[in-house]
């Protein structure tokens, strides 16, 4: 705890707070190397009964100090000790010769401190560097010994008082951080720069003719220099997908196994996935269950028309500082309507957008008239009063849908109708796909909600109801068009879906098992493919994209941001 504090303040408020922790190369490499010291736990000795003190992977504790301390070696005579620490980097180097790094001295001051409430002398301790293959010893004097104290002392209160602690600005420890794509360094520097928006008192719904902070899409290059991109664009994990009917899954180690009765059908390393959604009569056999609990991959439940069901997970994040901010702001209605006016004008934007990228020949007075509602929501006071935008907005953009549908060959028109959104049940085949898409979509956003540690059904636009994730479809709103209608347009207009991969039962029309997997294959790679973040001006994918805005709607509802920035596409 100690050294990650002296290291990164926000480190340690991640780790030892919120209970957070990824691996990434150098966590992994310095895991190995430990490994051999912690195959064998030697006993340590009272220091009036030892001699020579040679004992490998010892765990001690300071009731004084409320520290616990795995040491990896500790060496010496009698009742004089010297604890050993193995890092895998190099040691600093200065004129007067290699030095441990602050958060090593740290460390290694923690270790002096539980053995000495033990009773034994300590006068030094050593940290040794793999790479360099160094012993550098630090003296453990009163200046030293004040210093951690002070430090532990600190660290308390900021676990304590619930803040996350800044992040650093431009930092060369950032880049090798494991939680870098969790921490977001520059980027939360970046939306810190925001305007606020405006307040109520400030605007008016007609006769505006100042262009306020929240009226203007987000553009990076108009913010700030450019940021560093200090995580992958792409995550190698994928999400699995088991739609057969009656089939089971099951584990052998790390490995699930999907099994049709007896015959193996298909094994998947579980370090390979992010996730693992079933449909319909799947069963998960109980180990596996509680083994992707353990690895926090969450298991998402449909049934086999496509609704959504629910969800099987791990703990997860055991700190509820966000989701107490998050109760509170939900229950705010200045920080509700700010946010609802953000997530409905981006939606907007992004349907204009998607007409202007896929119609035919989109209508100018459409376009007009969505470009005028969406730099209107600004200035709305009332949420009953948004509904009303967004619904106008709605139905100007699916009367357009039609046209974003493209004709077979030399046919005047499309192969499939599509007259206006209809839902609960769909009753055409564009609605039945459209009303899956959301479906896919409300899932990972409830997954992305859990992750971050919101609680998904919480939401700020859309009001409580039993069992609606609500929070996880207001990060939704402004994706609809962005993610789902793009995968349907896709399936639908490049002929992977046909009139025979849907089941009429009177009025409704649902996907049959070919169909689904059509649109599970479209939508995964519209989640896969590469898009400029309009705030970072980097290239990430949208599903990297859908943590990333929920992330940075975390840093708003705690109060590190000052407002929320929309993602919006050119």
């Avoid at 030697?42 to 020579?52: F, K, M, Q, V, W």
């Avoid at 579980?270 to 083994?291: C, E, K, R, W, Y």
């Amino acid at each position: 705890m100690l050294n990650e504090f002296v290291y990164c303040r926000r480190l340690f408020f991640y780790e030892w707070v919120d209970g957070l922790f990824a691996h990434s190369a150098d966590t992994l490499d310095g895991a190995h190397r430990h490994e051999r010291h912690d195959r064998k736990e030697d006993e340590l000795l009272p220091p009036d009964e030892a001699e020579r003190i040679h004992a490998r992977s010892v765990t001690l504790s300071s009731d004084t100090h409320g520290l616990i301390a795995k040491l990896d070696l500790i060496e010496g005579d009698g009742a004089a000790a010297t604890p050993v620490d193995y890092k895998r980097g190099s040691p600093k180097d200065t004129e007067a010769g290699p030095e441990a790094w602050p958060a090593d001295r740290m460390q290694l001051v923690a270790q002096a401190l539980v053995l000495r409430e033990h009773g034994y002398e300590v006068k030094d301790a050593v940290a040794y560097y793999y790479e360099t293959k160094q012993r550098v010893r630090v003296a453990i004097d009163d200046d030293i010994v004040g210093e951690a104290v002070a430090a532990l002392a600190e660290a308390r209160a900021i676990a304590a008082l619930g803040r996350i602690p800044s992040p650093l600005v431009d930092s060369p420890k950032c880049p090798r951080c494991s939680l870098v794509g969790i921490c977001l360094p520059d980027e939360t520097r970046r939306a810190m720069g925001l305007e606020p928006l405006a307040p109520e008192s400030q605007v008016s719904l007609f006769g505006v003719d100042t262009e306020l902070a929240g009226d203007r899409p987000l553009d990076s290059s108009s913010i700030g220099p450019e940021i560093r991109q200090l995580f992958a664009a792409r995550d190698d994990l994928r999400p699995l997908y088991i739609t057969g009917f009656g089939l089971t899954v099951g584990k052998s180690d790390d490995v699930l196994q999907v099994r049709d009765k007896k015959q193996l059908v298909q094994e998947v390393r579980m370090h390979d996935i992010s996730q693992v959604n079933v449909f319909g009569a799947v069963t998960v056999t109980g180990p596996a269950l509680q083994s992707l609990c353990w690895a926090e991959k969450p298991v998402a439940h449909f049934t086999s028309g496509g609704w959504f069901a629910g969800m099987t997970s791990g703990m997860g994040l055991k700190n509820v500082f966000l989701r107490i901010a998050q109760v509170r702001q939900a229950d705010d209605p200045r920080f509700t309507l700010a946010f609802a006016r953000e997530a409905v004008a981006t939606k907007i934007r992004n349907q204009r957008t998607l007409l202007q990228r896929n119609h035919v020949e989109p209508s100018r007075a459409v376009l007009a008239r969505l470009k005028a509602l969406a730099d209107d929501t600004p200035h709305v006071t009332s949420l009953e009063s948004l509904l009303g935008v967004e619904g106008t907005a709605a139905r100007l953009y699916f009367e357009g849908f039609a046209g974003m549908l493209k004709p077979e060959g030399d046919d005047e028109l499309p192969s499939f109708e599509f007259g206006h959104r209809n839902r609960r049940p769909p009753r055409d085949p564009v609605n039945a796909l459209l009303s899956f898409a959301y479906a896919l979509l409300t899932k990972d956003l409830t997954i992305v909600c859990h992750a971050v540690g919101f609680d998904p059904f919480i939401g700020f636009y859309h009001q409580p109801r039993f069992g609606r994730p609500a929070l996880a479809l207001d990060l939704m709103e402004g994706f609809r068009p962005l993610i789902a209608d793009s995968a349907v347009l896709s399936v639908v207009n490049t002929r992977m879906v046909t009139t025979k991969d849907f089941i009429h039962a009177g009025r409704a029309v649902t996907l049959t098992a070919s169909g689904r997997k059509a649109l599970l294959r479209a939508y995964e790679q519209r989640m896969d493919n590469l898009v400029t973040h309009p705030l970072f001006g980097y290239r990430v994918s949208y599903r990297r994209v859908l943590e990333l805005q929920a992330r940075l709607l975390a840093r708003v509802v705690t109060g590190e941001l000052p407002r929320y920035p929309g993602f919006e596409t050119r």
